[in-house]
């Protein structure tokens, strides 16, 4: 099947072509091929043209490449990069008016430095494939991804680029917090503050001051590689402490980098004083046990504010002995949680506490207490040996020192080690529930109890920097670099946060969907295309979701090098 091009000779001289689609087939009587007009399209000169390439292209559709290549001899492909991610990331970047932010402190260094495409370079690297710097330089950006001004980026560039970070850091993130209020309404009632660490493969602590360079202000930096209580096991290596202010969205608000042996407690004062003045509404801090001191709450209460703050529950303390155990109804906020409040005290020594149960939790929790007793029992019905006088087995020193045995265990005078039920017991009051405290009158129960529900958000920030963004390994170690390592990790957090919010999924999922995007180079006669792949529907839909523009169909059209 063919198409054909027939003339016809008006009688004024003047000739008329027609397009036909036609296929030859075999007649028997004149024993030869004869033409079989299968469709007419009409005069050549007001045929839809648009129609007819439509056609063609669906026909192509079908072919495989090699034959569809075929049609097209002169195409030579040269390589493709992906397009999508770091396209759908610098929309964001631009919407959020970053760049704005970013050249407005450029210009009191009354430099040229192309900073806001370094960092932005180092911030789509970040979620898209996190690398070290360098290699986001000489690999990431050269060959793995399409990035349009690649080649004006130096090394030293990105460099730079940090230490300018670090020292706008506090500017920058108060412009980008009122501008993502603006354009996201933002609730931020609540703000939820939690800490992590991350660990260096180091031996040897920081010692000294440190001092940032000319653009981080040369100020000094106190030594931030320390030995401290660690989050993540590794107790043995030095450490920073990392802070996160999030609002109940899980959108970054800012992020604070301590020396590794800071306690949590101690770390409340600066974070207030901090987000004092960013008209953050009725602001009511939310943290988890370890935030909780008699002196973080008093300091949380100054001028008025309020906190809504996790308890810990040690046996003999007043929140297992008075709270837990007071009887009361459970109020049934949802099918996973049910509250009640529980006061203690008169006058200004009153404090208010809620009792939340998650039955489902509940269950969970026996069972697995179940389990862990009958391993313990099964070990020790195995141990049963006689003991030399005076000393104790190694296995049983093991036992009595082991996290997910010991508290359930007592040693009899002789040394023997035995279930204690009375452990059991305790911890079978206990299964489900967690307390909360709060100094705020005007949240009910509920409030108070789903608002602090809403610290995971949180945590999935931890869980994504940690894991997706790969905050760790930390190849820095000046203070200044290190802290704007973190601040590179938060604006990408950021980004993936909005992202995810508009789309209503997880940005592993957009960004499978965006790796179909790819821009694609090649040749074609005497020209040198660059060009953006055809969009998907379900690409179309996602970016239409994001509030993103479909991506340019052309960024660059020149002549091949031999022409």
């Not at 079908?62 to 493709?80: G, K």
């Not at 206990?430 to 958000?457: C, F, H, P």
């Not at 994001?546 to 340019?552: D, G, R, S, T």
């Amino acid at each position: 099947m063919y198409l054909r091009t027939i003339r016809r000779r008006n009688a004024d001289g003047s000739v008329v072509a027609y397009y036909q689609l036609a296929e030859n087939v075999w007649d028997p009587k004149k024993r030869c091929a004869v033409a079989k007009v299968a469709y007419s399209f009409g005069r050549a000169d007001v045929v839809d043209r648009e129609a007819m390439q439509r056609l063609a292209r669906s026909i192509l559709r079908v072919f495989a490449s090699e034959e569809a290549l075929a049609a097209e001899p002169d195409v030579r492909v040269f390589q493709s990069w992906p397009y999508g991610g770091a396209y759908v990331l610098e929309a964001l970047w631009n919407e959020l008016e970053i760049p704005k932010a970013i050249e407005e402190y450029a210009r009191r260094h009354r430099t040229r430095q192309p900073f806001e495409r370094a960092l932005f370079a180092m911030v789509a690297n970040k979620a898209l494939q996190p690398y070290s710097k360098l290699y986001c330089h000489e690999q990431w950006l050269s060959e793995e991804v399409f990035f349009p001004g690649r080649d004006t980026l130096e090394l030293q560039h990105l460099y730079r680029a940090m230490d300018f970070l670090e020292a706008h850091k506090e500017e920058i993130e108060r412009a980008i917090y009122f501008r993502m209020g603006d354009l996201l309404n933002v609730d931020v009632d609540l703000i939820f503050y939690d800490t992590t660490s991350l660990h260096f493969e180091i031996d040897e602590e920081d010692e000294g001051v440190g001092y940032g360079n000319v653009l981080a202000g040369r100020r000094p930096y106190q030594a931030l590689r320390k030995r401290g209580h660690s989050k993540n096991g590794r107790g043995d290596a030095p450490q920073i402490v990392v802070g996160l202010a999030v609002t109940r969205d899980g959108l970054p608000v800012r992020s604070w980098v301590f020396p590794g042996n800071t306690n949590d407690v101690t770390t409340i004062e600066k974070v207030k004083a901090d987000l004092r003045g960013w008209r953050l509404n009725r602001c009511v801090f939310v943290g988890d046990a370890g935030m909780n001191s008699e002196d973080n709450r008093r300091r949380l209460s100054l001028g008025g504010g309020k906190y809504i703050l996790a308890t810990k529950m040690r046996a003999g303390d007043e929140v297992t002995k008075e709270v837990v155990t007071r009887a009361g109804r459970y109020q049934k906020v949802a099918e996973n949680l049910r509250v009640k409040e529980v006061v203690v005290g008169d006058g200004e020594r009153r404090r208010r506490y809620v009792v939340c149960h998650n039955p489902e939790q509940a269950e969970r929790q026996r069972l697995h207490r179940e389990r862990l007793l009958e391993e313990l029992h099964q070990e020790l019905e195995s141990q049963r040996q006689p003991l030399r006088k005076g000393r104790h087995a190694k296995h049983t020193c093991e036992l009595v020192t082991s996290r997910r045995y010991g508290r359930y265990l007592r040693q009899t005078p002789s040394g023997i080690p035995k279930i204690d039920h009375a452990a059991v017991a305790v911890e079978a009051k206990l299964d489900g529930k967690w307390v909360i405290t709060s100094n705020d009158d005007t949240l009910s129960a509920e409030d108070l109890a789903l608002g602090y529900k809403q610290l995971m958000r949180v945590e999935e920030c931890w869980r994504t920097m940690k894991s997706g963004l790969r905050t760790r390994p930390v190849f820095h170690w000046r203070p200044h670099r290190i802290c704007a390592h973190i601040s590179l990790c938060v604006l990408a957090l950021l980004l993936e946060r909005v992202a995810e919010q508009r789309a209503g999924d997880t940005w592993r999922n957009i960004l499978a969907q965006l790796d179909s995007i790819k821009v694609i180079e090649y040749e074609r006669g005497s020209a040198r295309v660059l060009q953006t792949t055809e969009l998907r529907s379900e690409v179309t839909e996602l970016l239409r979701r994001l509030k993103v523009a479909p991506p340019p169909k052309l960024h660059r059209v020149s002549a091949t090098p031999s022409a």
